[in-house]
């Protein structure tokens, strides 16, 4: 398996408060993304990296920050967590092949 | 585990039969394909990919077909097993390499009958 740790598992939080979901990586790939997975709407894109400081949005990046200080560290901010960011939060990287590697998820219910 | 089956399409097999999970997508310049599984509580996992060069990619036990002419992806399975219980997820990009992002259908639940 690929070496992703996603942290937290599990997050319960109330509505107008800050929320950061970190994403650690030791294969040392380049590009590492975010995803959020609801019913009926499968995995979409809300940030991703293409390399240290190199970040851009994907499909659902309203009300999400990103930022990487370092090749094996991907963090995912709300500034201010809705009800509508309670999903479960998957963190990806890849190499130049294209193939994305998950990690377990983070589960983010926002009360 | 997560929740993510509801609302999903699903396809429920006899244990030892073929599984066929077809999928519909919808960008013509989309050049690579990539089948996932995911089973309840986890990531998506890799199965298996292919590029638009070819129409045909096996793996152990697993299939997928690629027609370009009508956009259409499958995912074969030979004997089902049911740890082969999971949603499966079809998803292209447009290009080689991970600057091309992949875009995710949205699953199909694959149900296995003992």
């Known amino acids: 398996d690929a070496g992703i740790t996603q942290s937290p598992r599990h997050k319960v939080t109330e509505t107008g408060t800050p929320v950061t979901l970190r994403c650690h990586q030791t294969?040392?790939?380049?590009?590492m993304y975010w995803y959020r997975q609801d019913p009926g709407h499968g995995l979409r894109l809300i940030h991703y990296?293409?390399?240290?400081?190199?970040?851009d949005k994907g499909e659902v990046s309203d009300g999400y920050s990103v930022s990487r200080s370092k090749t094996e560290d991907f963090l995912l901010t709300l500034e201010s967590a809705t009800s509508s960011q309670t999903s479960v939060y998957f963190c990806?990287?890849?190499?130049?092949?294209?193939?994305?590697?998950f990690g377990e998820g983070s589960r983010l219910t926002v009360l | 585990g997560e929740s993510v089956g509801l609302h999903l399409p699903t396809l429920s097999v006899q244990e030892g039969d073929n599984s066929i999970i077809n999928c519909a997508y919808s960008?013509?310049?989309?050049?690579?394909f990539i089948w996932y599984k995911q089973e309840s509580g986890k990531g998506p996992q890799f199965i298996i990919d292919?590029?638009?060069?070819?129409d045909k990619r096996q793996g152990q036990r697993v299939t997928v077909l690629l027609n370009k002419t009508v956009k259409h992806l499958s995912l074969q399975i030979a004997a089902t097993q049911p740890g082969d219980s999971a949603v499966y997820f079809c998803?292209?990009?447009?290009?080689?390499?991970?600057?091309?992002?992949?875009?995710f259908g949205k699953g199909i639940t694959l149900s296995v009958r003992p």
């Open positions: 998803a292209e990009s447009g290009g080689n390499g991970a600057n091309s992002k992949l875009t």
């Open positions: 960008n013509s310049a989309s050049d690579y």
């Open positions: 990296s293409y390399g240290v400081k190199d970040t």
């Open positions: 990806a990287i890849s190499d130049n092949t294209g193939e994305l590697f």
């Open positions: 294969e040392n790939h380049r590009y």
């Open positions: 292919i590029r638009s060069n070819m």
